[in-house]
């Protein structure tokens, strides 16, 4: 009987003798693979999680109010408003933008908003990103929707945003559908296909539709390595801006290729970020390729890596505590004519004494900030102000092509009982702006005001397009109904005792017009105060004591600035102005202007900045200075040339 070999027998079908010799390795278990379903479901609950964390982190930290009053746009409901949209390339993407904007009526609103905007960002990165390169790229393409929301929050509509995630989006579907088919053909098909499709895309999309050919180019040269595909989307991104042109008539260069892309006109920082969003992507893109080579040719090391990670989450941090900082900043003019549109003047004045800005947007809101707290003729003073009072009513044609302006004119010339002008700018406003809330009330307002009911209805019913604004509409029109001349609203019956009662033609000065004010409301006490300021910033001393008889009309005792201007008019002419007695004049006030007098006796010989410097803190916030500089301590640092002393207004 044959002895049978240890380890012999039949092999198994299919199988292999192990050779002698060499170790068997036992075979491991298998453990059921995970269904696909868990892990898109752990996805999900991630992404839902974060979306729960951002908003809760957003909704203390974002003003929705200021961005409304900030970026106003348009939106009514129906296809008459979007026809308007409809002729010029880009109109659907404004029209979008415009709808999103009016989230910001409601701060719930807003909040969910940005944060689905910001989640779209970061989906649509991570995804561009992660077809160049293999990896997660979950914290890399964070920092797009930072970048995002700080622009969003103060210094960027979203116009300038929804076409570029638009485009980025189209790319991040060509891609995906590019790599999809495995056969040849199926593939160029798609690419045919896509290159048809961007026409329409470049119509609704204005310069959104740069990126999504400069991200398809940078795949087909870089992933797919077909540059004669790279070389259509180029070729398409050339050719097809300048051919819809002649369909959609566009000018110059500018509107056919980048309308929708912000110019670069705010500060360094803010041109950083702006660049950075927009080059954030194809950049991105194209460093995570050359970093994909680098490191298939050379294992980086771990220190490099953790370094490159400790690098990218200081970015992150510096980003959230930019977010966080712009945020929390009330400073500026900007931020007060927020805070005066929402009727908190107090807080705007704040805001306005923070930068040292001594341009008209910024005095003009001073004395209309300091106007509604009845502090001018206290405190104008204090805040930054040069030998002009072009400032107070805002008159230079400069300024008229600015929106914002005209409504700025149509508030003051309201207050100051010039209802035809202050609907002038409505107009102009409604022209410029567009049928924003605050633009529709105003018309309707003016309107009611000039015994026209029946059109301030047609403003009041669109209204009622406009999405969250029914119901205040509806309100309107009860009003309306029950009083056409809606004498209980309390803006109404302020007015129209101030109303002019005649008509004037002509290009008038400040004075007169603020005369013309005060003629036909002699208890006008804006337009009285506005002619006195005026006759203080251009150092009229005539029309200063023209005028002084008539304080004791509004001021039961003299306003510090007006003590200061009378104890200068007597330096000048030897007796205060008429109407005004010396015991008007507090003491300390008189024994405060003896010691300016003394130090400036001391120093008006010498250089202009010698004075400024002995003057200046203990005096710049005087009448008595400003007099003899032309301009307040107050503001932008001493200037020799726009400081130097006036002779004229030196005191004896």
């Known amino acids: 009987m044959k002895q049978r070999k240890p380890g012999g027998g039949k092999r198994a079908r299919g199988g292999r003798q192990p050779a002698r010799g060499t170790p068997v390795r036992p075979v491991e278990p298998r453990l059921p693979a995970p269904e696909a379903g868990a892990g898109q479901g752990r996805t999900a609950w991630r992404i839902l999680l974060a979306a729960a964390l951002l ?30 949209y409809s002729t010029i390339v880009g109109g659907p993407a404004e029209y979008s933008a415009n709808f999103f904007s009016q989230t910001y009526s409601r701060h719930w609103a807003g909040v969910l908003a940005l944060t689905l905007l910001a989640l779209a960002a970061w989906a649509i990165a991570r995804g561009l990103l992660r077809r160049f390169s293999p990896g997660s790229h979950n914290w890399p393409a964070a920092a797009f929707p930072l970048i995002l929301l700080i622009l969003a929050s103060r210094h960027l509509s979203v116009t300038y945003i929804l076409p570029m995630l638009g485009g980025l989006a189209a790319a ?66 050339a050719a097809v801006p300048y051919g819809v042109s002649y369909l959609y008539y566009e000018p110059d260069i500018a509107a056919r290729y980048l309308r929708w892309l912000a110019p670069p006109e705010f500060d360094a920082v803010t ?93 003009f809101l001073t004395f209309y900030a300091l106007a509604r707290t009845g502090r001018l003729h206290w405190e104008m003073f204090r805040y930054p102000q040069r030998a002009s009072s072009d400032a107070l009513l805002l008159r230079d044609t400069v300024w008229d092509t600015y929106s914002t302006v005209a409504d700025w004119r149509s508030d003051l010339y309201l207050e100051l009982g010039r209802v035809n002008e202050s609907q002038r700018w409505a107009h102009e406003a409604l022209a410029m702006e567009g049928e924003t809330p605050r633009v529709l009330e105003r018309v309707a307002l003016v309107n009611i005001l000039n015994g026209n009911p029946d059109t301030a209805r047609t403003f009041v019913r669109a209204l009622a397009k406009v999405p969250f604004r029914a119901a205040r509409a509806r309100q309107y029109l009860s009003a309306l109904d029950r009083d056409p001349s809606l004498r209980t609203d309390p803006l109404v019956a302020r007015t129209r005792p101030l109303m002019l009662t005649r008509n004037y033609v002509g290009d008038f000065t400040t004075e007169q017009i603020l005369d013309q004010s005060l003629e036909a409301s002699p208890s006008n006490r804006m337009a009285f105060e506005y002619l006195l300021a005026h006759y203080l910033l251009t150092f009229d001393m005539e029309g ?90 107050a503001g932008p640092p001493f200037d020799a040339r726009a400081a130097a002393p006036k002779g004229a207004g030196s005191p004896r």
């Not at 999504?212 to 992933?223: K, R, S, T, V």
């Not at 977010?323 to 007060?336: E, Q, R, T």
């Open 544 to 633: 200063f004591a023209r005028l002084a008889p008539r304080l004791k009309d509004f001021y039961p005792h003299l306003p510090a600035h007006i003590e200061e201007a009378s104890l200068g008019f007597r330096n000048l002419h030897g007796s205060l102005p008429p109407g005004i007695d010396e015991s008007a004049i507090l003491p300390q006030t008189q024994a405060r202007f003896q010691r300016f007098v003394q130090i400036w006796t001391r120093v008006q010989n010498g250089p202009a900045e010698e004075a400024w410097k002995a003057l200046a803190p203990g005096f710049g916030g005087t009448y008595w200075f400003f007099y003899i500089f032309g301009r307040t301590a």
């Open 271 to 363: 041109n950083v970020l702006l660049a950075a969003m927009y080059l954030f992507v194809p950049a991105g893109a194209a460093a995570a390729f050359l970093l994909r080579g680098f490191s298939a040719r050379a294992r980086l090391g771990l220190h490099f890596r953790r370094a490159a990670q400790a690098a990218g989450f200081a970015v992150l941090a510096l980003l959230v505590w930019r977010l966080v900082a712009l945020n929390l900043d009330k400073s500026g003019w900007i931020y007060a004519d927020y805070l005066l549109d929402d009727g908190r003047p107090q807080e705007a004045l704040a805001s306005l004494a923070q930068p040292p800005d001594d341009s008209d947007p910024v005095r």
């Open 55 to 84: 908003y809760g982190g957003l909704w203390p930290l974002v003003n929705v109010a200021f961005l409304a009053h900030r970026f106003p746009a348009p939106f009514l409901t129906g296809m008459a408003f979007y026809r308007r």
């Open 172 to 237: 991040w579907s060509y891609m995906a559908l590019r790599e999809k088919p495995h056969n040849r053909w199926a593939q160029s098909t798609v690419a045919v296909l896509f290159l048809f499709v961007s026409i329409p895309l470049y119509y609704c999309l204005a310069s959104g539709f740069l990126y999504l050919c400069l991200m398809c180019a940078l795949f087909e040269m870089l992933i797919r390595r077909q540059p004669l595909w790279s070389l259509a989307w180029i070729a398409f991104g």
